[in-house]
């Protein structure tokens, strides 16, 4: 019954990966600055940091979007305060934009997939080993 979960989470990170990709290829790039970041505090949690990005589209004003994706000091891939960083923006909504890094775009479509794989195999093993279990147990 795994593949029920297994299959869909599988489809929804392929779509998911597929728009982000989509998303890359149409929007505009343009290089932005880590102006500061937001907290994501949680009660039991440790915090994690979201960082708010400013850049100036294509008319020539200033958006500042934040980061939809936070992720914790440990992890290693979150931007330093200040530092400049790839953005890619709708043209036609610029506040619709996003890090152009493979953590922001392709990290949780990515996770989604492998795990729907994972669960899928694991079932398809757990039915293998169930129906040998059974043909043993009726001397098939």
Known sequence: MAIC??????????????ANFLFLLIGRKTTGRVASERVNAGERDAPTYSPIVEFQDGNGRLVKV????????????????????????????????????????????????????????????SFLLAADWLAGLFGY
């Open 66 to 125: 934040t980061a939809k994706l936070g992720f914790s000091r440990g992890f290693g891939v979150l931007p330093r305060v200040g530092s400049a960083v790839r953005v890619v923006y709708a043209p036609w909504n610029p506040s619709r934009a996003r890090i152009a890094n493979f953590q922001n775009l392709f990290l949780v479509p990515f996770i989604f997939t492998a795990l729907g794989v994972f669960i899928v195999i694991y079932d398809y093993k």
């Open 5 to 18: 979960v297994g299959t869909p989470m599988i489809i929804a990170g392929i779509i998911w990966g597929l």
